[in-house]
């Protein structure tokens, strides 16, 4: 197998994936389905930032573009699901908040590039 050239990198090539979806869970059928595409996403790379929200590196948009695509053949019949994509740069200006009664700690940003 042979890995892509890093060496030329750059904080607004380097993207990051955001999914972003709305699925039913009224009955459990569609719970299931739901529970069975966030797997499905955890599978792919993503990481939970919020509930309905998934997020995942990609180290150029045209990866970034072929994580979406997996993304749209996992999605249920009845969801909505938007794919969002940030430049490294951006997503570096974004910031967190959370509530004074809140405990959870501010979440640190994952590193650039990771190699698993």
């Known amino acids: 197998m042979t890995l892509p050239d890093f060496s030329n990198l750059s904080r607004y090539r380097i993207m990051w994936v955001w999914a972003l979806f709305d699925l039913p869970v009224l009955t459990k059928i569609e719970r299931k389905n739901a529970t069975r595409f966030r797997n499905d ?19 150029s948009k045209e990866k970034a573009e072929a994580i979406a695509v997996k993304v749209g053949t996992c999605v249920p019949e009845s969801g909505h699901v938007q794919i969002l994509f940030f430049t490294d740069r951006q997503y570096q200006l974004s910031q967190s908040f959370f509530g004074k009664k809140s405990r959870m700690p501010t979440q640190q940003k994952p590193d650039q590039l990771t190699l698993f």
């Open 41 to 59: 996403l955890l599978d792919l790379g993503f990481q939970m930032v919020q509930f309905s929200v998934y997020l995942r590196h990609a180290y």
